[in-house]
């Protein structure tokens, strides 16, 4: 675990929407978050929506889309060399940020079978398995995170 202080995170709330577009498209990261896989992303109405939140540290992020009050589907956004340490210690910090920050109660993730790793690393993040959904004809595992107080 990387040492940190108390109420200091590896993230900060991001409204670069060029930042974001362009972790989003880096060849690392594209082809693993959804659509065709090859096709740029522009991400800039995702970010300026007010609802939304842009999550960015050194090695990348998560964007949180808005689903519900107090809820969010988290995208996740890493690059190479932040994966390990780093993105545990950022996916916990997501997680606090969001309970902590944005008043989130419940968070979610949909992750394809074909990246068991990825699901593992939303476990390893505090996430729990909750099915499977079939979405635009792909099936997908659903992770979640759930406030104490619900």
Not at 9 to 23: I, K
């Amino acid at each position: 675990m990387l040492a940190r202080t108390t109420n200091s995170y590896l993230l900060e709330r991001s409204f670069n929407v060029e930042a974001v577009n362009a972790l989003a498209n880096a060849a690392s990261v594209r082809p693993f978050i959804g659509g065709d896989g090859k096709s740029l992303l522009d991400l800039t109405d995702v970010i300026e929506a007010d609802m939304n939140i842009a999550l960015l540290g050194q090695y990348g992020g998560f964007v949180m889309n808005w689903c519900a009050p107090d809820c969010y589907e988290i995208h996740t956004m890493i690059l190479p060399h932040g994966r390990g340490a780093w993105a545990f210690q950022a996916g916990h910090d997501c997680i606090a940020m969001m309970r902590d920050v944005f008043g989130a109660k419940l968070l979610w993730t949909r992750v394809s079978p074909d990246l068991p790793h990825v699901a593992l690393f939303a476990r390893k993040c505090g996430m729990s398995d909750a099915g499977q959904i079939n979405f635009n004809g792909q099936l997908f595992d659903i992770l979640t995170w759930r406030a104490e107080c619900l």
